[in-house]
């Protein structure tokens, strides 16, 4: 069932918006050579703890996680791109590392990712990978207009995607955002423009591509959640949540 909210409704979804970017951009600042996974998650819970927000990841077991998620950060490194479970591992040079993270305040939900490489990177591919990825979301956000098609947003990252050479898997993408993280619509990355949902004013969504370098194949790691390209190839994945409203969509996640 999908869900629009009023304008009064987005307004109280900003601070939610706003948390979630904050806790991204002080990961962010803290990623370096050295830095364990599992003091990125303990960063990310001491801030949910201070803000008096919920996680929405850590009591989290839809049908395709093993078990409760357990943490309140997904990390996704190298080949991971979506669903890393944190574990005990110390960054490295060169990795390519996602955050992914989404939590709850006053009662509303924000979801939001971004990749960075640690240090320095260790192939002009990977950083292309993530250049492509970040203007494939700028290109969905950009179609997220009142009057289009949701076929609109995923057609804009689809071809972005495809000028560049990336394979597409569309299993995992998009989805509303409300009172919970994960709602309809699905928002698929490729599709065809000026097909499917109309877009209203009032439709919360996180809109959210990621690809592969050498292929849109994956597979689901023995931690039962970490999902892993399946030719060893690197992963990226951008995320922002996103409001259509009369005048456009409004980013909710924006980062300073």
Request: charged residues 20%.
């Amino acid at each position: 069932m999908i869900e629009l909210k009023t304008p009064a409704e987005i307004e109280q979804m900003r601070p939610a918006g706003a948390f979630v970017a904050e806790v991204l951009t002080e990961l962010a600042s803290r990623v370096a050579v050295g830095m364990n996974l599992l003091s990125l998650d303990r960063i990310a819970h001491d801030m949910i703890r201070a803000r008096g927000a919920e996680s929405c990841y850590i009591d989290y077991h839809p049908s395709f996680g093993a078990s409760p998620f357990g943490k309140v950060l997904c990390t996704s490194v190298n080949d991971a791109v979506l669903h890393g479970l944190p574990y005990d591992y110390a960054l490295r040079d060169g990795d390519v590392l996602s955050l992914d993270f989404a939590a709850s305040v006053e009662g509303w939900v924000s979801d939001s990712a971004l990749t960075v490489v640690v240090g320095s990177p260790r192939s002009a591919e990977d950083t292309r990978l993530i250049e492509v990825t970040t203007a494939a979301l700028a290109a969905g956000i950009a179609a997220a207009q009142p009057g289009g098609r949701l076929g609109d947003i995923s057609a804009a990252i689809g071809a972005v995607a495809t000028a560049a050479g990336y394979g597409i898997n569309t299993d995992f993408g998009g989805h509303g955002v409300g009172r919970t993280m994960h709602g309809d619509p699905h928002v698929p990355n490729n599709g065809r423009a000026g097909r499917g949902l109309p877009l209203r004013a009032g439709l919360v969504i996180a809109i959210e591509p990621w690809f592969l370098e050498t292929t849109d194949k994956i597979y689901t790691d023995k931690d039962g959640w970490t999902l892993r390209s399946a030719d060893g190839s690197n992963g990226a994945h951008m995320e922002h949540t996103v409001a259509i409203t009369e005048d456009g969509p409004l980013v909710l996640t924006a980062r300073a």
